[in-house]
């Protein structure tokens, strides 16, 4: 089955660009929509954009001047990158499918990655 | 913008009891746009509920969703020791654009 894993720096410093990477295994990256969500610790989860296969993407507006998400399909990879850091970013990043069932437009994340730490501290 | 609310916060309850867990929206949302997740400590959030009503892949049949406009439910029907966590509702909304979750409720032990 379908096999999500995020990778990148756990430590990044105020002001400087975080950036993650999304590795997805077991299936294509084709024809889906895949999107980053994140959980400040012992928070709840905000979802934080995503990106069609083809890489149109949609933002959270209250992040969207900071995010770009992009997509590598041949290497089955998306990544983010969230720039101007501070303290509030600190978060557990999780990477997760975004299923959409036409013409209901029908939609949930599954599968999800298993959360990659990121603290932004100097 | 929708603003999702969880009740109560913390359920505290047995094994073999059931749980009733509210998800109140601030406009009416569609029912294909809401969703269910279980998430225990150190854990990503998993699928639970779809389109209101629909159970996942692999998801017991105790679980059940319920609801439309601005008032959905999660129903356990019975309680096992793994269904201690938290649980989180999830809607897209059109304008803008986005989607948002609930702040969640505990379900822990009595």
């Known amino acids: 089955q379908v096999q999500l894993q995020e990778s990148g720096p756990g430590l990044v410093k105020p002001s400087e660009t975080l950036s993650l990477t999304c590795t997805v295994s077991g299936g294509s990256i084709s024809s889906y929509y895949w999107s980053w969500i994140r959980q400040p610790p012992g928070k709840g989860l905000e979802w934080i954009g995503y990106i069609y296969y083809s890489g149109s993407t949609n933002y959270n507006p209250s992040l969207k001047s900071r995010v770009t998400i992009s997509v590598d399909t041949s290497k089955n990879q998306f990544s983010l990158k969230l720039s101007s850091v501070t303290a509030a970013d600190t978060a557990v990043y999780y990477c997760?499918?975004?299923?959409?069932?036409?013409?209901?437009?029908?939609?949930?994340?599954?599968?999800w990655g298993q959360g990659t730490l990121v603290t932004v501290s100097s | 913008e929708i603003v999702l609310t969880q009740s109560p916060g913390t359920l505290s309850l047995s094994p073999g009891e059931r749980a009733t867990l509210s998800c109140r929206a601030s406009?009416?949302?569609?029912?294909?746009?809401l969703a269910w997740y279980q998430q225990k400590p150190g854990q990503a959030p998993r699928l639970l509920i779809y389109?209101?009503?629909s159970r996942a892949t692999g998801i017991p049949d105790r679980f059940s969703g319920s609801g439309s406009g601005t008032d959905f439910t999660l129903t356990i029907s019975r309680l096992e020791p793994e269904d201690f966590a938290v649980y989180y509702c999830q809607q897209y909304g059109s304008s803008p654009p986005r989607f948002t979750f609930g702040p969640g409720t505990k379900v822990d032990i009595k």
């Open positions: 997760a499918r975004l299923n959409v069932v036409v013409p209901a437009a029908i939609n949930w994340f599954d599968p």
């Open positions: 406009q009416s949302v569609s029912s294909s746009y």
């Open positions: 389109g209101a009503s």
